[in-house]
């Protein structure tokens, strides 16, 4: 098959070595079920597994902080707002009709 030229393409001289299919096949099965790959492999499926978990704990936690920031805090800025504008309308009030302003406690 790599011996006959094919139209527009490139032809590439074959391997040095490899004789048969057979063999380099045999090679790689013998390579995927050595105890070192089965290892690596497990741990990559541990570590994907923890990841996993890690990720999905991370949003749980973020979605109870997100909505406890929206429902206590949130009130209360605006309430803090609120009485910031209602000491600076009375200090407003009180420079317009002349009577002496008095310090913000």
């Not at 290892?39 to 109870?64: E, H, M, N, P």
Request: with cysteine; proline share 7%; glycine share 8%.
């Amino acid at each position: 098959m790599a011996s006959q030229p094919r139209r527009g393409g490139v032809s590439l001289p074959e391997r040095r070595g490899a004789k048969s299919g057979e063999n380099s096949s045999s090679v790689i099965a013998r390579l995927r079920e050595s105890p070192i790959v089965l290892r690596g492999r497990q741990a990559a499926c541990d570590a994907a597994f923890v990841t996993k978990k890690l990720l999905k704990s991370t949003g749980k936690a973020a979605w109870i902080a997100g909505t406890t920031f929206l429902v206590l805090v949130v009130p209360l800025i605006i309430e803090m707002d609120r009485e910031q504008q209602l000491n600076e309308l009375e200090l407003q009030q009180a420079s317009l009709l002349g009577t002496p302003s008095q310090p913000p406690k």
